[in-house]
């Protein structure tokens, strides 16, 4: 998925790049103050709720908060656990919310050159097999959205529902805005023309081409999520609404949920009303609405 506004793991990119990150996180930021309670508990760096698993080859950073039905969290690209520091605290209070930094993200390292949704996919489903959770709620923002549709593609028994924001299926202009491309395609075409990479280097040029290259997802494959789907964008977000309708629409059991006055960081900026709606969804029992209904 593209994501520029939960940028927050420590790599680095260019220093044209990392103002604008830095600018976009600091506006975030600036919007949204916390309370107390969520600056208290360092999400994403809490040694009493974290843990490293062995996860098909690699060691993967998790968060555990809260009991109940378990819910899945996952982050964009070049996030982390602490992206989501507005939601958790409202979803542990009523489920078990599993939250872990994605290959080659945050804590979770990963020096191998493969990075693709897909394998990220199948971490989270060996995550939850190694927490011997057998489905959940699933809540996936930007890149984590993807990994959340592929989840209930190719592991359908894992998740029970599943939200997704932000999320795109084609790396292109027929899903991202232009001017988004202009922003960080530069990046990608200078660290690729580089014939020897820093370490700082290779995993901004893993990620990148993550987000340039990545995901190829045709639209009929969508037709295999038989979980009940809340799709999820603002109606000024970096993935164009046109294309997040696309994705609803052909997911057999969705709802739409397009945000006024939004960007890309639905979870973050509308933190309030994203996990009451969130929450509402996985609770209500999902209805479809045909004939006469359409009046209601």
Same mark, same amino acid.
């Given at each position: ?66 009991q109940g039905q378990p819910v899945l969290i996952i982050h964009g690209n070049g996030g982390s656990i602490e992206n989501f520091k507005k939601n958790i605290p409202y979803f542990s209070g009523k489920y078990k919310v599993i939250i872990a930094d994605s290959r080659a993200q945050g804590r979770s390292a ?9 394998? &990220?996919?199948?971490?989270?489903? *060996?995550? %939850?097999? +190694?927490?011997?959770?057998?489905? @959940?709620?699933?809540? #996936? ?41 202009? &922003?960080?395609?530069?990046?990608? *075409?200078? %660290?690729? +023309?580089?014939?020897?990479?820093? @370490?700082?280097?290779? #995993? ?93």
């Amino acid at each position: 998925m593209f994501s520029l506004a939960p940028f927050g793991g420590a790599f680095f990119i260019t220093f044209r790049s990392m103002k604008i990150i830095l600018l976009l996180s600091t506006l975030i930021l600036l919007a949204s103050p916390l309370s107390f309670a969520q600056r208290a508990v360092p999400y994403g760096k809490n040694k009493d709720a974290g843990k490293f698993y062995d996860i098909r080859g690699f060691k993967m950073y998790c968060e555990i908060y809260g009991q109940g039905q378990p819910v899945l969290i996952i982050h964009g690209n070049g996030g982390s656990i602490e992206n989501f520091k507005k939601n958790i605290p409202y979803f542990s209070g009523k489920y078990k919310v599993i939250i872990a930094d994605s290959r080659a993200q945050g804590r979770s390292a990963d020096p191998g050159d493969s990075l693709t949704y897909e394998m &990220m996919a199948d971490d989270l489903s *060996a995550l %939850l097999d +190694k927490l011997h959770i057998d489905s @959940a709620d699933v809540i #996936g923002w930007s890149d984590g959205g993807i990994n959340g549709l592929l989840l209930a593609m190719r592991h359908p028994e894992k998740v029970k529902k599943l939200a997704v924001t932000g999320a795109n299926l084609w790396p292109d202009t027929n899903a991202v805005y232009q001017e988004i491309w202009d &922003m960080v395609r530069p990046d990608y *075409a200078g %660290l690729k +023309k580089k014939t020897s990479l820093t @370490a700082q280097e290779k #995993g901004s040029y893993k990620l990148l081409r993550l987000l340039c290259d990545q995901p190829n997802i045709p639209l009929g494959d969508l037709r295999a999520i038989h979980c009940p789907t809340l799709v999820i964008g603002g109606d000024y977000d970096v993935i164009k609404p046109e294309h997040t309708m696309q994705i609803a629409h052909n997911i057999p059991r969705s709802y739409l949920w397009i945000l006024p006055n939004s960007g890309h960081s639905t979870p973050e900026v509308y933190s309030d009303l994203f996990n009451k709606t969130v929450d509402d969804f996985f609770i209500l029992p999902f209805r479809e609405i045909k004939g006469a209904e359409r009046f209601n």
